[in-house]
């Protein structure tokens, strides 16, 4: 079965620096979105990306986030300076149209020191 | 503010017996309605999608949507062990889903 593949599984870094986290969506998929979960809290979308460009983003995806689809296979979310408060479990999940489920991939774990 | 509502459980129930999980939405532009299962530490995993009004089935698992109530619900039948879990609504009122807090589930041996 198809899979949405994120690479690292944990990153741990100090506040302040910038982190990327990765994505390979399934392949045959056009939609891709970030969210984020935040320990015992809810899944919070972050960022939708269609077309190679955002279509809609949260509050939370302030001017320090910024996502990239490179080389038409990838897609990453980048966090410019991180902060305590942006740790947090990072999914990436794709859907080939605007009518189907999303897939989502197993997720990043991002501890901010 | 669109909101998806969900009672936190945690729903015991014991192996074998029906579990119903309910859910309330507050825009009622929502269109497409999904549950989700989380298991602790791990990603949602898309277990049932509905767009029309009554019930869809497939397999143990029954989703049932009323919008105008705007009401989701999700009923399991013969409860496993393994269903144990956080159940998580989401609907979609454009392009994103939303999701509610999730119920923890546990199914009682």
């Known amino acids: 079965e198809p899979e949405v593949t994120q690479t690292p599984s944990h990153q741990v870094t100090q506040m302040g620096q910038e982190v990327i986290l990765r994505c390979v969506p399934i392949s045959n998929h056009l939609y891709f979105y970030w969210y984020r979960q935040i320990l015992g809290q809810k899944v919070e979308f972050l960022v939708s990306f269609y077309n190679n460009e955002i279509s809609e983003k949260s509050e939370i995806f302030d001017d320090q986030f910024s996502v990239e689809r490179p080389d038409g296979s990838n897609f990453t979310l980048k966090i410019r300076s991180t902060k305590l408060e942006d740790s947090a479990m990072y999914f990436c999940?794709?859907?080939?149209?605007?009518?189907?489920?999303?897939?989502f991939g197993s997720g990043t774990r991002l501890t901010v020191v | 503010q669109k909101e998806v509502e969900q009672n936190s459980g945690p729903l015991s129930v014991p192996e074998g017996a029906i579990a119903s999980l309910n859910c309330t939405y507050s825009?009622?532009?929502?269109?497409?309605f999904f549950w989700y299962r989380q298991y602790s530490g791990k990603s949602p995993e898309l277990i049932m999608s509905?767009?029309?009004?009554g019930d869809k089935e497939d397999g143990r698992f029954t989703a049932q949507l009323n919008k105008a109530s705007q009401y989701v619900s999700l009923l399991i039948r013969d409860s496993q062990p393994s269903d144990s879990a956080t159940y998580l609504c989401a609907v979609k009122p454009d392009d994103k889903i939303i999701f509610g807090k999730g119920t923890r589930l546990h199914i009682l041996p």
């Open positions: 825009d009622r532009v929502s269109q497409s």
């Open positions: 999940a794709s859907r080939r149209d605007r009518e189907g489920g999303y897939t």
């Open positions: 509905i767009y029309s009004n």
